[in-house]
């Protein structure tokens, strides 16, 4: 497989410093000329330098990646919904940058107070994270998704990959360190009101570099659209961007957790997807209805991004693309978990 021989390349170059193309011909048992063809693909993406003969690392420009990560690359499921071409041109091809997190939910009969301890009726253990969200509701629309995402190698590292590499996402990219812990959220919700508390520890989410989003560009640049949140390091995240904007693949961002960084960003999205909160932080407009959530994506608009699209919760949502406002009502759902009932649909909107 070849990006398995590329996870190999570096491995061996990053261990030698440089190779010849007949000792990676015989260490990886393959023609010179398919040696010659990755050394090209890997130059091509900035990984490497190419050399009469051979190639060498740049370690300056590829510190973390060559020193300090262990690089894993799964391919996975690719039998599974197998798509048809003219299926890919309806559907498409999703990437997804973002966070892997292992969710811990304790449900309460009501939010403790400061100081308090309650006994929980049940517990979960499951997988979350807003990355790994939009990258299931991507693959459960019968998109081909990418999902590129970093985990430590902790007691939940084994878990995140199986749940990955078992789910409907067709392919990803785990990247894996030693210096911070896999992701996790501590979640209480109340059975009453289904309010809840979150507390997220990021870990390796923020750790996630932007050489390990270079080496993806052949997947980025294969997508036709891109998702992405700010639940991982901004450095990737603008390496991804400036990938996306140079092969004019359209990007969608929701700026949760809130941070200014999205303001950043804004002229470089195509679609913004705040809720509420994030969209009166935004705007400087208290979004409580219908209207006031009209005056915030004007403003939101005007700072630079193409669509923005304001999520109200059971009041639905608004979309604006500087020419005229689009409606979706909130559709009744059964749900299942609070905590990870967010997820953005944009489908069936109509004028309003």
Not at 4 to 31: D, P, Q, W
Not at 217 to 225: A, G, V
Not at 323 to 332: E, M, V
Request: charged letters at 20%; proline letters at 3%; one cysteine or more.
């Amino acid at each position: 497989m070849k990006a398995e021989r590329h996870k190999k390349i570096i491995n061996f170059l990053k261990n030698a410093g440089s190779a010849k193309v007949s000792v990676l011909s015989k260490e990886l048992n393959v023609t010179k000329e398919t040696i010659r063809a990755d050394l090209n693909s890997l130059a091509k993406k900035g990984i490497i330098n190419r050399c009469h003969g051979g190639a060498f690392i740049e370690f300056e420009s590829l510190d973390k990646v060559a020193k300090k990560e262990i690089i894993q690359f799964l391919e996975c499921n690719d039998s599974l919904n197998e798509i048809t071409n003219k299926d890919d041109s309806v559907n498409g091809k999703v990437c997804v940058l973002g966070s892997f997190n292992v969710d811990m939910i304790s449900y309460l009969p009501r939010l403790p107070e400061a100081g308090e301890s309650l006994l929980s009726n049940k517990f979960i253990f499951s997988p979350g994270g807003k990355g790994c969200n939009q990258a299931l509701a991507a693959s459960y629309s019968d998109s081909q998704v990418h999902f590129i995402t970093k985990i430590g190698t902790d007691q939940f590292s084994d878990y995140a990959v199986n749940f990955i590499s078992s789910s409907k996402i067709k392919t990803s990219t785990i990247y894996q360190t030693e210096k911070f812990q896999t992701g996790t959220a501590s979640i209480f919700v109340s059975e009453n009101s289904g309010e809840n508390i979150i507390s997220i520890y990021p870990g390796s989410n923020m750790d996630i570099s932007a050489d390990e989003v270079k080496i993806q560009k052949d997947k980025i640049i294969n997508s036709n659209i891109i998702l992405l949140q700010l639940e991982t390091n901004i450095e990737a995240l603008r390496e991804i961007i400036s990938i996306g904007n140079e092969y004019n693949i359209p990007i969608i961002l929701n700026p949760a957790p809130y941070s200014d960084i999205a303001i950043e960003l804004l002229e470089k999205v195509d679609i913004l997807t705040p809720n509420e909160t994030e969209a009166s932080l935004l705007s400087g407009v208290n979004v409580v209805d219908m209207e006031s959530a009209k005056k915030a994506a004007d403003v939101i608009y005007h700072k630079g991004v193409k669509k923005v699209v304001i999520t109200l919760g059971s009041k639905g949502s608004i979309a604006y693309d500087g020419n005229k406002f689009i409606y979706s009502p909130a559709y009744t759902a059964v749900v299942k978990n609070t905590a990870g009932a967010g997820m953005l649909s944009m489908a069936h909107w109509r004028p309003h």
